[in-house]
């Protein structure tokens, strides 16, 4: 497509509940990051994708957060459990490459607003 | 770990004034060190990135510099406008995979 999408773009949950969100990236960007931004907190790393796999889950809060990308292209990021601290602004990205310094620009969707009750 | 600061967390400035944004970051180990936008309730929007071989980048009213031995990179506004309004981040690249924010300042132009 022609931006990077992401759905849904607001979901409120019960506390304890699983969430997936979705992550639709540029077509042909085989780069994928997940973001997460708090109120009043910069931008937290949670994974990044190359292709299919996942070089660095470094960022997984915890063992409630999973994600994976099929087909190099849509991915799907799991809460289970859902806890308040958890409420959040979660921001996928997408770029051509990710290696090295022709690291190519990242492109941002609008995020999804998670809110748990 | 590279941490990335951003002074101010907001600023107020009169229509027409030219305005600096300030970023600094701890590992000057960076391949590339980015400038976006955020609106309110929207995702970010890239506005420059400099590679850490560059000195500045220049995209219309809008000026990046880098200096990777002092671990700074200004951005810079002419003549700003109400439209300018938005929180801007920079971001440093600093492996293949992970960018690290600042949080931001918080543009506020007032006609």
């Known amino acids: 497509g022609a931006g990077v999408s992401q759905s849904p773009s607001n979901k409120v949950t019960e506390k304890g509940k699983d969430v997936e969100l979705r992550c639709d990236p540029i077509?042909?960007?085989?780069?994928l990051y997940w973001y997460r931004q708090s109120l009043g907190q910069g931008l937290e790393f949670l994974i990044y994708?190359?292709?299919?796999?996942?070089?660095?889950k470094s960022g997984l809060p915890s063992d409630r957060f999973s994600a994976e990308r099929t087909g190099g292209s849509v991915s799907t990021l799991t809460i289970q459990r859902t806890q308040q601290e958890d409420s959040a602004v979660y921001l996928c990205a997408s770029s051509l490459a990710a290696r090295g310094a022709g690291a190519n620009v990242l492109t941002f969707g609008a995020g999804s607003r998670l809110t748990v009750l | 770990k590279q941490e990335v600061t951003q002074i101010p967390a907001a600023l107020s400035v009169p229509e027409g004034e030219n305005l600096v944004l300030n970023c600094s970051f701890t590992d000057s180990a960076i391949y590339n060190l980015q400038w976006f936008r955020q609106d309110p309730g929207k995702g970010l929007t890239s506005l420059l990135l400099?590679?850490?071989?560059?000195r500045e980048q220049t995209s219309g009213r809008l000026n990046a510099s880098l200096d990777k031995s002092s671990g700074r990179s200004t951005l810079y506004i002419a003549a700003s406008q109400p439209g300018d309004s938005a929180t801007y981040l920079c971001?440093?690249?600093?492996?293949?995979?992970?960018?690290?924010f600042g949080t931001g300042t918080r543009l506020t132009v007032i006609p």
């Open positions: 994708f190359q292709g299919n796999s996942a070089p660095d």
């Open positions: 400099i590679q850490s071989s560059q």
């Open positions: 077509s042909g960007h085989t780069a």
């Open positions: 971001a440093a690249q600093t492996g293949a995979n992970n960018l690290f």
